[in-house]
């Protein structure tokens, strides 16, 4: 027991997360200033259910009708005949040409009859289109109003106008009610989909997807319990506006509006490198490491919340990267051809490729032409 205090009381150490000579009892959030409890940080898992159960019942409700109503289908491809030697090739995952040919011996069939089969087998597992929408329409939905409440909600606080106002007598920042909700339903959200990402469609970027998640948390867990919400709740801000756009793209794809899906995605290219590579960065990182230094003495939970930081902006550069280049081949094709950022993993070779998510990498799987494809 001894041992856990000892673990407890270092971990806690003020030295660790708060400037020097401030202690715990100084934002005591039981005083007559509202600071920020660290306890509250349960509530956003709870709250994160609530949220998938809103997600599935406007899915089902809203958004499915509404993008049947679009003509968009809820079939999958032609089903595969049933085989139990294929269905164990499929299930191993290993199908390459060596084995192709083993199976089409032992069956009796042509090369081509085993590869048509396991490529039928493939699209079964594939969400259908509607199931696609479904999720770009809730997240757009959400984003919306994401961006829309933290407008609202910091529009008369004096650090959206100057952010030095995060650092000024740093860290005796009250939380007020808003603010308060604006964090916690966004890391309910984050959660989410760090939840719903092992059941939603399966891209090629899950790892670096729930890294981004994991990291999101992990920095609104710092920025909480080191009482620095101005500077999160600013980058929560910066984040959500462009998704919005995204998120509306993929809708306007999947529903075969090809002009109005390469008219936002302008838009989010735009947006998006103007919020994640220039705000991002140049107003936000820029204040946290050289202008905050000279206001507030530094700390080492600081160091560790700026480190977030540049984490988050390392995985913006790769995204900006394959956004751009999805942007110039898109632009010489004449269309939006590339799906935004990411693929499904199932997908089949001979088809185009599906692209989607938040926060994702393009892969380029269509043999005879680099561009990748969407459908």
Not at 80 to 94: C, G, Q
Request: glycine share 2%; aromatic share 18%.
């Amino acid at each position: 027991m001894n041992i856990l205090n000892n673990v407890s009381a270092a971990f806690w150490s003020p030295d660790i997360w708060l400037p020097p000579n401030i202690t715990w009892q100084d934002i005591n959030p039981n005083a007559d200033n509202k600071f920020t409890n660290f306890q509250h940080l349960i509530y956003p898992l709870p709250m994160a259910f609530i949220l998938l159960g809103i997600r599935y019942a406007l899915e089902r409700y809203w958004f499915a009708p509404f993008g049947k109503s679009l003509g968009i289908k809820n079939t999958r491809s032609k089903k595969a005949v049933p085989n139990e030697i294929l269905e164990k090739a499929y299930l191993s995952k290993r199908t390459k040409h060596k084995q192709i040919l083993g199976l089409a011996k032992q069956l009796d069939w042509t090369e081509r009859q085993v590869e048509r089969w396991l490529r039928l087998r493939r699209s079964q597992d594939r969400p259908s289109t509607l199931t696609k929408f479904c999720e770009n329409s809730w997240r757009c939905v959400y984003y919306i109003y994401s961006f829309l409440y933290g407008l609202i909600v910091l529009w008369d606080k004096p650090w959206l106008w100057d952010i030095k106002h995060c650092y000024y007598n740093y860290p005796y920042h009250p939380i007020t009610n808003d603010i308060w909700w604006y964090y916690m339903v966004s890391m309910a959200l984050y959660w989410s989909l760090s939840f719903s990402q092992f059941f939603d469609v399966k891209r090629k970027d899950f790892w670096q997807m729930f890294i981004h998640h994991i990291a999101t948390i992990t920095l609104m867990c710092f920025s909480w319990i080191g009482n620095l919400t101005r500077i999160g709740s600013l980058v929560l801000l910066v984040h959500d506006c462009a998704d919005i756009f995204l998120e509306a793209a993929k809708m306007a794809k999947y529903a075969n509006y090809q002009k109005l899906c390469d008219f936002i995605f302008a838009i989010f290219t735009i947006l998006w490198i103007v919020t994640r590579m220039g705000i991002f960065p140049f107003w936000i990182i820029y204040s946290t490491t050289i202008e905050a230094p000279k206001i507030v003495p530094m700390f080492p939970a600081y160091y560790i919340f700026n480190s977030l930081l540049f984490l988050l902006l390392f995985l913006h550069a790769i995204w900006t990267y394959l956004i751009l280049k999805i942007a110039y081949n898109a632009f010489n094709a004449g269309q939006m051809e590339g799906d935004i950022r990411s693929n499904s993993s199932d997908e089949v070779s001979d088809t185009s490729v599906n692209n989607t998510p938040i926060n994702s990498t393009a892969n380029y799987t269509n043999k005879s032409n680099s561009r990748p494809k969407v459908h």
